[in-house]
């Protein structure tokens, strides 16, 4: 149980025992830290059920929390709501469990699950660029958070390989470069192993593919020929389509490793061709399929839509699949290779509709239940005019771009903090990039994921406030803290010993370390991964409080040196358990 779990249990018992249903008894930190620690609002509920007075109720309850052994201090407040805080012995003994734990008291599910994560989503042969972060940002903390309570969790980065714009990229090719073996049908192999292009040739051909289509309608039409042969098996379209892939996902996966972001599977739309045939027979067979205007369609819409659910487009007129048909084959791909008990998509929320008709056919074909996909959508990160974020020049910014660039600043910090003058070369490559790129991570995953946020450099390198180079800050100043504690001492606190609290610092980084299950739980049901961002900020707050006012490997009195030499390990640990969860590397020093 979390620490709200057990003192929601101890107050439900007070409430039971007067007559009243236990669940009134939810219990939650306090609003007002300065008051109480914890508070219960279950007084006024069960007094408006039952048309009485709630502090009468109040009253009743906390008569039977009076002396309890967790219980320091309850009072009664306003119209009914019980405050109380813990007695020092209570709060000491689930402090010792906690920091006895590997994962410093993170939360545990109960109901472990098999789920795969949908998260990445670039499309081959474009540059990675400011548009994927969020994706990849988010995806990889919910991933990590997931696998800290226990799931069995697998992420999917799913390439975009396999619409129009393979048979753009093909067709564009075949205009400038004709004689090549891949577009004589007569060749039948072998084909060469090393691609015809380079991946600088193959971004540089995408866009001006795109635009000669919509310029040209022939050039089109010879687009949409070649992506239905590439779909239906054409040797050299095939091959030509391999070197693409690979020349792009060579380049991704060292992006995304500066970004610390790594996928279980690097699969794509084109994995789930070889389903898509029977998928499309089975469809039929279960009448879910009608043909409009040559092409094979299904009705999703519902009476109950408040809003245009238009259908589903399965195979086109010209017998191309698209989206909808390979995410839903994809689903059959994961059903058949991880059997996943849940299917989460991170994906931005302009994509909101197509989950909603993905869902529908997947659990009127009877593939997967619609309750257990979600479509876990995210706001964009703009700039200060409030717009999808550009470059100076109105470009989209490349992904590579930026992360240089938030390494060039934190550079610059370290510089003028003076933090850097000793660095070794070694460091010096090293420590900017994690600084810089845990202030992108952490500045992005501390907004609420459904909204928008602006980039700000400046704030989020900063080494106070809420941002990521703070949180490194406290995690590598405690380092030095522990750095000047006796040997000693140090193995007694690692041995195991009962915490004794003078001050009222020491309560609150207690209070705040047995937080963390709750915080962790919240940021897993709601998919929201800012409000465990906000607990480890807390934690590093009421850390810097108790650094300010508690003198900890020198503290004379030996009883409390020993509790706060702990306390600060049991901090240490917890925010490395938080930041390692999110894929926030912490450098060894700053």
């Not at 089109?220 to 389509?241: H, K």
Request: aromatic share 8%.
């Amino acid at each position: 149980m979390t620490l709200t779990d057990e003192l929601s249990s101890i107050v439900g018992d007070a409430f039971e025992a007067n007559g009243f249903d236990r669940k009134f008894g939810q219990v939650r930190v306090s609003d007002r830290p300065d008051l109480c620690q914890f508070q219960c609002n279950g007084a006024l509920a069960v007094a408006k059920s039952e048309g009485r007075n709630p502090r009468e109720i109040g009253q009743l309850v906390l008569d039977r929390l009076v002396g309890h052994n967790s219980i320091e201090h309850v009072a009664l407040a306003g119209p009914g709501f019980l405050n109380f805080d813990l007695n020092d012995e209570f709060l000491g003994e689930k402090l010792k469990a906690v920091a006895s734990t590997e994962s410093l008291g993170a939360y545990g599910a109960s109901n472990k699950e098999k789920i795969v994560i949908d998260y990445g989503g670039p499309n081959v042969a474009k540059p990675l660029h400011v548009g994927h972060l969020r994706s990849a940002i988010i995806g990889e903390a919910l991933k990590g958070i997931l696998r800290l309570a226990g799931h069995e969790v697998t992420g999917d980065i799913h390439l975009g390989d396999w619409g129009l714009q393979m048979g753009q990229l093909i067709s564009e090719l075949a205009v400038r470069q004709p004689d090549l073996v891949y577009f004589d049908p007569a060749y039948t192999g072998p084909y060469p192993e090393e691609p015809p292009i380079t991946l600088k040739d193959l971004e540089e051909l995408y866009p001006i593919a795109s635009a000669a289509c919509k310029a040209d309608n022939a050039r089109a039409e010879q687009a949409r020929v070649a992506t239905q042969e590439l779909q239906t098996g054409r040797a050299g379209y095939r091959a030509l389509w391999r070197h693409f892939v690979d020349l792009s996902i060579a380049d991704m996966k060292n992006n995304y490793a500066d970004l610390s972001v790594e996928f279980d599977v690097w699969k794509g739309e084109a994995d789930a061709d070889p389903y898509i045939e029977e998928m499309v027979k089975d469809l039929e067979a279960k009448s879910l399929v009608e043909l409009s205007d040559g092409a094979k369609i299904i009705r999703v819409s519902r009476e109950s839509d408040k809003k245009e659910v238009p259908p589903v487009i399965l195979v086109n007129s010209k017998g191309a699949v698209g989206y909808h048909a390979t995410d839903i084959a994809t689903i059959l791909d994961r059903k058949k290779n991880h059997d996943p008990d849940r299917i989460l998509y991170v994906v931005d929320n302009r994509q909101a509709l197509h989950f909603e008709q993905l869902y529908r056919v997947a659990d009127a074909a009877g593939y997967f239940p619609e309750e257990r996909l979600e479509h876990l959508g995210f706001g964009t990160m703009n700039g200060p005019d409030k717009k999808p974020f550009k470059t100076r020049e109105g470009g989209v910014l490349k992904l590579r771009d930026l992360i240089d660039l938030v390494t060039e600043k934190a550079r610059e910090r370290l510089a003028s903090s003076g933090f850097s003058d000793d660095y070794t070369e070694e460091e010096m490559a090293l420590i900017p990039q994690q600084i810089g790129v845990a202030a992108l991570k952490f500045a992005d995953l501390s907004n609420p994921r459904t909204t928008d946020y602006v980039f700000d450099l400046e704030r989020f390198v900063a080494f106070e406030g809420k941002t990521g180079p703070y949180l490194l800050y406290a995690v590598v100043r405690v380092d030095a803290v522990l750095s000047k504690a006796a040997k000693e001492d140090l193995a007694t606190v690692e041995g195991g010993l009962d915490f004794v609290f003078q001050k009222e610092e020491e309560r609150r980084v207690a209070l705040t370390l047995l937080e963390f299950a709750d915080a962790m739980r919240s940021s897993i049901d709601k998919r929201l991964p800012h409000i465990l961002c906000e607990h480890a900020y807390t934690l590093a707050q009421n850390f810097s409080k108790f650094y300010a006012a508690c003198r900890i490997s020198d503290e004379a009195d030996r009883s409390a040196r020993l509790t706060r030499i702990a306390l600060s390990i049991a901090v240490k640990r917890q925010l490395s358990v938080i930041l390692k969860a999110m894929a926030i590397p912490v450098p060894a020093r700053m």
